[in-house]
């Protein structure tokens, strides 16, 4: 039995940690803003196209219109007694801890890392577009870290809206058990209401009341009766299939009270077998307040959830758990790191078993470093409350701890557990970067440090071959963001572009290539002949060399600089300067003076040899191919390969797992840039890809005549 401390605000039991997602622009931070208002978090609604809605506090998430971060706040809901409506918790505070999500693909990191560390989710639909391509990616997300998710169909309002179009596209496009418990009353512009399914009950929203504070319980009248049986009657008969207690009382034909199907509900819900679904309009004010009622009676508390699982960090075999208690040792996740301009790093964390203190002793299993908390602030978006305690159950943040990535465990200093890290997927897009100033230099350099800290899909790397730059992230939008922060919050004005292609050369046949460097200006001179055999090397074996001198015709003394020679004629090819890989090299004859040879000379002459042993050779340019992976439904399966094709792919295989195809490709690197972008516009955003190198092959004659053009060669 889990015990609760008694100087916490809220037991566990009335505690929610839940997460407000789906596709873009489908009203999530909208209905958060709602959230806030009715429970008195805040006392004016801010809309998202006037930039004031509180949960979208960054300066580029108002600016563009859409969520960029999760944001993390707090809030109180009390229910109310309501004559003939049955509620599980009735008039107790209930502490609902929100973290609003972005909608774009670009973000899908903050998606995944907060419904890692949530108990339930809220699931939002737009009631004209219903199930969307990035509500599919959630729905996904969702389901891999087992969390319990109800579903609220937005903008009813709308014209086109249909509540049961999309009802009937979430349990066919998202396989779920899916049914109404609070059906719109009306749609479009004769919105007015929702049926209360479970209670039998009209709720009315006043016309008077634009604020959607003043609504009214009243009995069902009229078509509204009918609605409501035949709604109330499809709920029970889906809920007797997934839950054993209501299945018995249905086939044993006792009566089903409201109590019966709550609690029916509830038990469905948290098992991950059944998802209740709402219809209203956020922005219109009509049904939150009974959708927050419904997120407090139907979506798991910390102690609904299986006790977190972790490793030992010296077996990763031996399963160790967090069980949610306030008395365990004290056991967290950090989820999220964010650069605050006021406080300097915060540390977001969910605490899963035991209790923190400002002043307290953690440890860090992956560092193997301890650290003292010097304050722990509970956030509201941008703003901070700073608490004594974090208790089980609770979100909150570290200031100040160090050495902290995204999925580490923070724990008591004897508790020898690793909790799962969220998994990210890898960048896809990449361009370089330079900072236009010399003073610029140091602050990109941090700035990109402190990005790279806080979003693990954002990489920054430095292209050996042409010296640049390189970061990588999510797609066009995600990258510009970056830019952009790394403007406005660290002063860094950049230039940005295509990362440069690192291009190859190699050799098609055999050659030989003699180097001759005679030089006599009065005085000691300079002298050395150098004779080099070539020939191609098989690929990836990079570049061999066999001394095959007989006789002294190099001296001993030369031979390093020969070797030394040859290996810098590799870093420029005599196609388009790109370095030379895969060649084989004998040194086969040369010739010293007694007087004018000297090391520089043999160097020289050995890089005259190569070059002329590469003209002879039938040098050609080579272009890095990636392995493409593309996942995509079938009926987008013939333009992906079109557009694969015109991008010079070769199709390697395919693959069908139930709906979705599998198509794999080599794909030229040149002409791939971009490709995330396109991919979205042909498929309407439901496929995704992944690549990585595969090797190194020719260019062809169209595209090198090209390329050695704009490179003026």
Known sequence: MSTSSPDRPYSME???????AAHIDAGKTTLTERVLFYTGMIHKIGEVHDGAATTDHMEQE??????????AVTCEWVQKKEEGVTKLYEEQKQCINIIDTPGHVDFTAE???????LDGAIVVFCGVAGVQPQTETVWRQASKYKVPRMVFVNKMDRTGADFQAVLTEVREKLGATAAAVLLPIGSEDLLRGQIDVVNQKAIIYSDDDKLGSVFSVEDLSGELVEQAQLARQELIEILAEVDDILGEKFLMEEEITAKDLKEAIRRATIANLFVPVSGGSAFKNKGVQYLVDAVVDYLPSPLDIPAAVGQHP???DQEVLAPADDSEKFCSLAFKLWADKFVGK??????YSGVVSKGDMVYNPRTGKKERVSRLIQVQADKHVDVDKVYAGEIAAFVGVKNVTTGDTICAQKFDILLERPSFPEPVIAMAVEPRTTADSDKMATGLTRLMEEDPTFVVKTDQDTGQTIIAGMGELHLEVIVDRLRREFKVEANVGKPQIAYRETITAAAEGEGLLQKQTGGKGQYAKVNVSVRPNGQGKGLTIENKIVGGAI???FINAVYTG????????VVAGYPVVDVHVDIVDGAAHDVDSNESAFKLASIFAMKKGFQEAESILLEPLMEVEVMTPDEYQGDILGDLNRRRGQIAGMENKGEVCILKANVPLAEMFGYMTALRTVSSGRASFTMEPSSFEPVPPNVLEKLLGDRGF
């Open 346 to 351: 915060l540390v977001f964390f969910r605490v």
């Open 314 to 316: 010296d077996d990763l």
């Open 555 to 557: 001296p001993k003394d």
């Open 62 to 71: 108002r600016e563009r219109g859409i969520t960029i971060t999760s944001a």
């Open 14 to 20: 009335r505690t929610r940690n839940i997460g407000i």
């Open 111 to 117: 998606v995944e890392r907060s419904l890692r560390v």
């Open 566 to 573: 040859i290996k810098e004629s590799m870093t420029n090819g």
